[in-house]
């Protein structure tokens, strides 16, 4: 798999969320102290693509410059990880 795109599946806790389904358009992780602004799409043509799927992962797991550690226990502060998801590759191009 190559390029790619996010989909959300449901959230960590395994329940339905409004975003299930969609895919990222874009997410400012400094947003919000740290706890970021997600935008989603319906569309995977609006979706937030990637080269490959390392490139993907490693934007999943961003941690804010602006809020790098939760408070409750000082782990890595990953706002969309929040989120199951799973990478949809897209066509390859020539």
């Excluded at 400012?28 to 935008?39: H, K, P, S, V, Y």
């Excluded at 390392?54 to 602006?66: D, G, I, V």
């Amino acid at each position: 798999m190559n390029r790619c795109i996010i989909r959300i599946i449901e959230n960590a806790a395994g329940l339905p969320c409004p975003e299930a389904g969609m895919y990222v358009r874009s997410m400012d992780f400094e947003a919000l102290a740290g706890r970021g602004f997600l935008t989603c799409t319906a569309h995977p043509a609006e979706a937030l693509e990637f080269a490959s799927p390392a490139e993907a992962l490693s934007f999943y797991q961003t941690t804010p410059k602006n809020h790098p550690r939760r408070l409750w226990d000082r782990r890595p502060n990953r706002p969309l990880t929040t989120y199951t998801i799973e990478l949809v590759a897209l066509p390859a191009t020539n």
